[in-house]
């Protein structure tokens, strides 16, 4: 276990900004974690559960306790011939979870190679990349119970999961459950999903493998994203407004060839990174932070931002888009 006062956030964090908590914990149990949580120096505190830090915006330092999972064990649970369970606990690094699966020849995890964070994290944001979601692969989730200090199951369906959201990120019941361990359903047979542009392409490959695909979403990614380690950033900032099918046709009258996905006969997807750069705000900066030239749905930290120059393009970024074309964007990133 490790335990430090005045944290310093800026290192557990991707978009590296200023910030401290006023303690740190990290666990390898949840015996250990009960016993935190149960210890009456915290008891009152108030409490956030990270992972990696990469979808997290600190506004301010944080006055409480931040916890933080070391549990990293990993099994398979079940493999009927056709599928196998892994059961990952909740500090492993998702990518490197990936890794395991595309090297154990396991389909349909290589579309979500290379996003930043760890497990326990995925299951609470429902993370998702070129068509596939997590949802798909998870089939319940472990969490200790903070109310009760008992261990609980989820059902992927009992965690109510929605584009980047799920029962966790509920506000009444944020901060209530700590997820331990995930369980994700893997194939050993193909079951690619190729459907995005860039992706399209290896539908052509004769020996196609769950490596190729991961290989060619990482290419992508670092073509398109900044990386963690080089340029600060929470990944996509915003979320992809969903509008109904009036609004997009007044704005379709106006940009015909503005990008879209249907949802549903009634509701459209619109790309937040195309609504920013079509609102003249590709390299806008406040202070040091800039909206990145590369994909403008993301806010990089170009070395010296402060959380609040972030918080003032954001907040710029959501009034010139409103202004232009009446969506007011929401960020994916959870701001603190
Ligand atoms: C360059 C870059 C690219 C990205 N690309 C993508 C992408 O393609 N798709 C995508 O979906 N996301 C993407 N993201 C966002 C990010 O990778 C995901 O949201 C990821 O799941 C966050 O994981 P984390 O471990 O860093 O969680 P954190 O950011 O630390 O936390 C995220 C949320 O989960 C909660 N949480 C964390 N661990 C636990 C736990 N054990 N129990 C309960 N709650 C917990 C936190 O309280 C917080 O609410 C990207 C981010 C970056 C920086």
């Given amino acids: 276990m490790l335990l430090i006062q005045d944290f310093d956030l800026s290192s557990a964090t991707t978009f590296h900004l200023p910030a401290r908590a006023r303690w740190m914990a990290e666990y390898d149990s949840v015996d250990q974690l009960r016993s935190?949580?149960?210890?009456?120096?915290?008891?009152?505190?108030?409490?956030?559960?990270?992972?990696?830090?990469?979808?997290l915006l600190f506004t301010k330092s944080f006055d409480g306790l931040v916890l933080h999972s070391a549990m990293k064990g990993m099994s398979t649970v079940a493999d009927d011939g056709e599928s196998v369970i892994i059961r990952a606990e909740s500090g492993i690094v998702w990518d490197d979870f990936v890794q395991h699966c595309?090297?154990?020849?396991?389909?349909?995890?290589?579309?979500?190679?290379?996003?930043?964070g760890e497990v326990g994290a995925s299951a609470v944001q429902n993370i998702g990349a070129y068509g596939v979601e997590v949802k798909d692969l998870i089939v319940k989730v472990e969490a200790l119970d903070t109310f009760t200090s008992g261990m609980v199951t989820f059902t992927a369906d009992e965690c109510r999961y929605g584009y980047r959201d799920s029962l966790f990120k509920r506000p009444d019941l944020a901060g209530r459950y700590i997820i331990t361990a995930v369980h994700y359903?893997?194939?050993?047979?193909?079951r690619y999903t190729l459907d995005y542009g860039p992706l399209k392409e290896l539908r052509e490959v004769t020996y196609l493998t769950p490596a190729t695909v991961r290989n060619r979403v990482i290419e992508i990614r670092r073509s398109?994203?900044?990386?963690p380690s080089e340029l600060g950033s929470a990944g996509s900032f915003f979320k992809n407004p969903v509008i109904d099918k009036s609004m997009w046709r007044h704005i379709q009258s106006s940009y015909p060839?503005?990008?879209?996905?249907?949802?549903?006969?009634?509701?459209?997807?619109?790309?937040a990174g195309w609504l920013?750069?079509?609102?003249?705000?590709?390299?806008?900066v406040e202070g040091g932070a800039m909206v990145y030239q590369r994909q403008c749905l993301v806010i990089v930290n170009t070395g010296n931002a402060t959380s609040?120059?972030?918080?003032?393009?954001?907040?710029?970024?959501q009034a010139t888009?409103?202004?232009r074309f009446g969506i007011m964007l929401s960020p994916e990133v959870n701001v603190i």
């Avoid at 990008?259 to 459209?268: A, C, Q, T």
Wanted: aromatic share 8%; glycine share 6%; net charge negative.
């Fill in 224 to 227: 398109k994203l900044p990386e």
């Fill in 276 to 284: 920013i750069e079509t609102s003249g705000l590709k390299g806008a």
């Fill in 308 to 317: 609040d120059d972030v918080v003032k393009l954001y907040r710029r970024v």
């Fill in 257 to 271: 060839e503005a990008p879209h996905y249907d949802v549903d006969d009634n509701l459209v997807k619109v790309p």
């Fill in 102 to 116: 595309v090297d154990s020849n396991l389909y349909g995890a290589e579309n979500l190679s290379y996003i930043p």
């Fill in 36 to 55: 935190i949580l149960a210890d009456s120096q915290f008891a009152t505190m108030k409490r956030l559960h990270i992972g990696a830090g990469s979808n």
């Fill in 321 to 323: 888009v409103y202004d």
């Fill in 185 to 190: 359903r893997l194939w050993h047979t193909p």
